[in-house]
DNA sequence: GATGAATGAGTCTTCATTCAT
DNA sequence: AATGAATGAAGACTCATTCAT
């Protein structure tokens, strides 16, 4: 017997993408299809192919799976966008890179960009887990200063340029998404964009 | 029997603002803190000051509630920015009314803004609810038209900007009332009109 | 129709002995049979012949259940047996009726013994239950104090009589009921309570 | 490999005092605290510092833990009162020997104590354990009787003669342990073997 | 119209037990 | 022997809704 074949094809069997991602991709669909209460953990389990009790085994409760997807998605999404970040450019360029990568990336993941603005304003998120996803940010706040410095942006603080920049971005996918407006998609973006440029 | 009599006297012992009103206004408060699932018609009707059985007289279910509350409150928005309308006046001056009424609402109505925030999204109102409430902003459209053709915004279809510039308000309103940026209302305010004018 | 006649027929129809009663009925059966835990909600509603969501409108949870329980058979002996006391006669007297009243009600309400002798010691009954039921016997500490003075008992503190004498008069209801001793009910009464007189 | 080395090492890294004993030391505790089915095998196992899995291998299951728990107990009792007996010597002495073993043995041994009254009366125990464990004590009618005979206890039934003892004890062990009597453990331990004497 | 007791399907969560490793 | 992930039946409790009064 070849250890090393069986092995693979056994953890291809039963693992093929980790049970607590699963949880977390039924989840995700479930609660921005249903709302979080209106999302039974039952029906999350059943479309996860999972017992109910499993569920409760990779998390201990309701709250703490949907605070964890929160996190998680916010973390991919900063992370995508930070994995494509070159410090060593100027801040226009970078800002830029920034914007594009997060339409890019919502682009992607129409589900998880609904559920981001489905929940951030939702009580069924903890505000620890959204101050901590916040954080997951940060880092950009060296690029605002310093596209401020370069006279990109105007002067106004990282709190509104963050606000500001989230709601511009979202009109923008959501308008892709629900292609109801006769523009193209790249003039979509450019459009979104010139109002963060100025503003 | 002395209908004027009997009627004052129970109106005004009984029913001080309508209970219609008073369940919608308890509705307004939990569902905003406590989202759909989480807000028992139990307790909303304790808090409207009534029997769990009234409120069903009124509702015919909890659906029918929460979409009701959704158009009583787009409505009340809509009317109360068209109020201040004059069509006999410029374009560019009418929209910044209109943008200005917006504000002016929701710092006035906090809740009711954060209920809107919170529910756009949501699948707990029914799609064709959200069309008729988008409905009544229909009156709009003309504004837009005529600005487009005096130059103020830039040519884009009207739901590009219905969009964006929903998004940018509920942005300054969330930073007035997040109060976390070191801005003045005024300069937020202004900020944020600023990069509707250019978009 | 004969409002009258309707009326009590309905009342006996659907209002046997109170549904609070029957709710209690059940719980004293099955947690004595099954223990606490051992008992669901569910058995105890359908042995009362009600709903499961009946339940939890008259006791908010299964604790309060149990504990509401408690008090009230502790209450039932307790106003029991002074409902047969009589302050102008001799305290040995008293006394005696006091434990033949034990003894008696003990007999006609087996289950209620055991679930005393069951529940006394257990986690399931709440620390503050266990002491309101013990005040319901506080007014006994007179005849106590009178019995000592006149020499019927010995000079020990009432703690010390309480507790003996509830494991007495507890050995000799499980000897009576349990019928595995040649001894008559007579014999089994007067043996138990020659323990006390000397204790 | 050397076994004996092997063996060694591991038992004394991981068996400090058996498994089987420290999961009947930990059911003891969680039992007497939480109840039968208020203590989940899973913390008996945790507290035990075991795996889940493990305790199976010792108890085929929940119920047979409890009942050797329950017989356990009551042989090392029935042992530690029969090591100190001398059937040479008078009745009366190893009788009141035997009641002075089961209270050392209760002052030592609290948390059984507390067992033993709790699940004396309880579902949880199989009748066939019950019965097993009364069988413990089944040499002590020989010393009954010849107490009997000796004039040192009345002429009664051994049955009454053990619950009614038994009574006592307990009774006299709670007094000790709740402290909440102005007497000192002689006096109560006194006055209670006085009621057992003329009883 | 107004009430609130009653319903029971549905929810989250627990837990004894199994079994592949 | 030991592990602990996995199971799924079962439990406590909720809540939208009804209906007799």
């Known amino acids: 017997m070849n250890s090393l074949h069986s092995g693979q094809s056994s953890d291809l069997l039963k693992n093929p993408a980790g049970k607590r991602e699963m949880i977390l991709d039924a989840a ?8 979080f209460h209106g999302a039974p953990t039952s029906q999350i389990s059943k479309m996860a ?3 109910t009790g499993t569920l ?3 998390f201990p409760d309701k709250n703490v799976l949907i605070d964890q ?19 060593a450019l100027g801040s226009k360029y970078r800002l830029e890179k920034c914007f594009r990568g ?20 939702s009580p069924s998120i903890g505000e620890a887990v959204k101050v901590k996803a916040g954080e997951e940010f940060e880092w950009m706040r060296e690029i605002i200063t310093e596209a401020i410095r370069d006279g990109v942006i105007r002067d106004l603080p990282f709190e509104f340029f963050g606000v ?19 523009m193209s998609v790249d003039e979509i973006i450019e459009s979104g964009f010139a109002m963060i440029w100025i503003g």
Chains 1, 2, 3, 4 share one sequence.
């Open 69 to 87: 997807l929160y996190l998680t998605i916010k973390k991919d999404l900063a992370d995508e966008i930070q994995s494509q970040d070159n410090p």
């Open 28 to 35: 995700l669909h479930l609660f921005t299809t249903e709302g």
């Open 164 to 182: 500001m920049t989230c709601q511009v971005l979202f009109g923008v996918l959501r308008l892709i998404s629900s292609n109801s407006c006769e």
């Open 49 to 51: 192919g999972i017992s």
């Open 102 to 121: 997060f339409i890019n990336w919502g682009m992607d993941n129409p589900e998880k960009i609904r559920f981001l603005e489905q929940f951030y304003h």
């Open 56 to 58: 409760f085994h990779y």
